[in-house]
C-alpha cells in the first residue's frame, strides 16, 4: 500500500510564491513516476509536472513552465513542487501522484496512487 500526503497549499496574492510537498509512505519501492497535478471546480484535471525517478527527466504544463520546479529527496521519500509568480489561474486543488508504469507522463491515467490534495488559491 502506498500513501501520499501533500501539504504546502494555501491562500496567497497573485506573483507570490509557494512550496507543495509530497511525502509518500508505504510500498514506494520501483515507483517509476511522480507527478502533480491540479483540478480547478468545473475544469478537468490538469498535469502540471511529473519526473522520471530513475532518470530525473522532468516534463513541465506549458502554463506553469519556467515558474515551476519539482524536486525529489529520496532519503525522505518527498516530492516538492516550486511556485513562483503565482497567477489567478493556478487556483486549483493540487494532487501529488505516483506511478510504477515505465511509461509515464502527465496524463492522470499513467497514476496508481493518488494524495488527497492540497488547495491552492492565488488572488489578485
Known amino acids: 500500500q502506498v500513501q501520499l500526503v501533500e501539504s504546502g497549499g494555501g491562500s496567497v496574492q497573485a506573483v507570490a510564491s509557494l512550496r507543495l510537498s509530497c511525502a509518500a509512505y508505504?510500498?514506494?519501492?520501483?515507483?517509476?513516476?511522480m507527478g502533480w497535478f491540479r483540478q480547478a471546480p468545473g475544469k478537468a484535471r490538469e498535469g502540471v509536472v511529473y519526473?522520471?525517478?530513475?532518470?530525473?527527466?522532468?516534463d513541465y504544463a506549458k502554463s506553469v513552465k519556467g515558474r515551476s520546479t519539482i524536486s525529489q529527496d529520496n532519503a525522505k521519500n518527498t516530492l516538492s513542487l516550486q511556485m513562483n509568480n503565482l497567477k489567478p489561474e493556478d487556483t486549483a486543488m493540487y494532487y501529488c501522484?505516483?506511478?510504477?508504469?515505465?511509461?509515464?507522463?502527465?496524463?492522470?491515467?499513467?497514476?496508481?496512487?493518488w494524495g488527497q490534495g492540497t488547495q491552492v488559491t492565488v488572488s489578485s
Open positions: 519526473i522520471h525517478i530513475p532518470t530525473g527527466f522532468t
Open positions: 508505504g510500498d514506494t519501492d520501483n515507483m517509476q513516476c
Open positions: 501522484a505516483a506511478s510504477r508504469h515505465l511509461q509515464c507522463g502527465l496524463d492522470g491515467s499513467d497514476y496508481s496512487y
